[in-house]
Structure formats: structure tokens, C-alpha cells
């Protein structure tokens, strides 16, 4: 069982409002439960898509994701929903969420334009401290997310780190971190004690 509790108390001190799990079908079902009648937008997340959540939310909310629907159009609504769902590709012990991007649609989502936002957090995504995390986004998530793409980038064949590229399809063109939730947005961090996503 993997030890929140520090992560959860520097969490709760930086704003956000924290909740553990022991499974995502845990998580999925509080979410489920937390939201009816709402817009709801997902950022690209094989987090989401592993705990089937798009499924499970459209059956009573108006739920928007470009993995899903048309992509550009997709991509635009999904930034005016009450609610956002996405994960990170880092999450630091001291509590700054890291999140890299292509199309910046998500990070954006982030930081502006949502009643309220979610994180769902897997405990892989953990790491000891700022820069660790920022390790981890550069040279684990991005390049296993490089690989699953076929992107022509020097990180896609091997995932084993990120080389910097100038690759016209580089797919790392921005680093968001979060030192707290973005003032006027309510934002909650789900802990899962269960490997998701990249
Ligand atoms: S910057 Fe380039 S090499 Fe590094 S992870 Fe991103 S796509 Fe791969």
C-alpha cells in the first residue's frame, strides 16, 4: 500500500482538496457519484481511459473529449466545461503537479476556464520531490506518450529518456507547473493506490 500521507498533507497546505483510493474503480464510481446534469471536459489522459470514465459520466452529464469526438472542435468546447478531468505526468512529494503538452489544450484547462477541476493521480506518477518530477515528465511520460503517437522523435523507439529534440513532431512544446490551484478554480486531487496512465 503506497504512503499518501505526505503528499496529501502538502497537498491539502498548498489549497487543494485531497482524496485517497485504494482502485480507480473507486475513484471512477466517487466521480460518477459527484457530478449530474454538468459539462464535463477530459484532457488526454490514459488515466481517464483506463478507468473508463467517459463512459460512465456521459450517461448523465454532457461530456466533451477530443480521444472521443471530432478533435478540434472537441479540443475548443472542452476549455468552457464547468468540469475538467485530467491527470498529470508528475506529481512532486511537495505537492507541485507537472504536466507537459502538445496542443496545450489541457494545460490550459489547468490553469483558466473550469468551475472546478479534478487530477486523478495514480501512484506512479509520484516522485520524491520538484525536480524528480520534473525528471519523470521529461523522461518517462513524455517519451513512453511519444512511442504510443509513432511520433518521429528520436524518444519513440526506445522510451528510455527524452533527447531534447528540434523534431517537427516533437510532442513536448510546453511544461506547466502547478504550485497550487489557479485562484477562482476549485480543484481536487484524487490519490489512486493503483498504477495509471504514463
Ligand atoms: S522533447 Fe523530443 S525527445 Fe524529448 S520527450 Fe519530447 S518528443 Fe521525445
Known sequence: MTDFTAVEKNLKARGYEVRQFATGAEAAAYLDA?????????GGSATVRELGLYELLARHNTVTWHWEQPAEEARRSAMTTEVYLTSVNALAETGE????????NRVSSTLFGHRKIYFLIGRNKLAADYDSAVWRARNVAAPQRAR??????????RADRCYDCKSPGRIC???????????GMEAEVLLIDQELGL
Open 34 to 42: 459527484a457530478m449530474d446534469g454538468v459539462t464535463v471536459g477530459i
Open 97 to 104: 503537479l507537472v504536466n507537459i503538452d502538445g496542443t496545450g
Open 148 to 157: 504510443q503517437l509513432q511520433a518521429k522523435t528520436p524518444c519513440a523507439e
Open 173 to 183: 512544446r510546453g511544461m506547466v507547473t502547478l504550485w497550487g490551484p489557479m485562484a
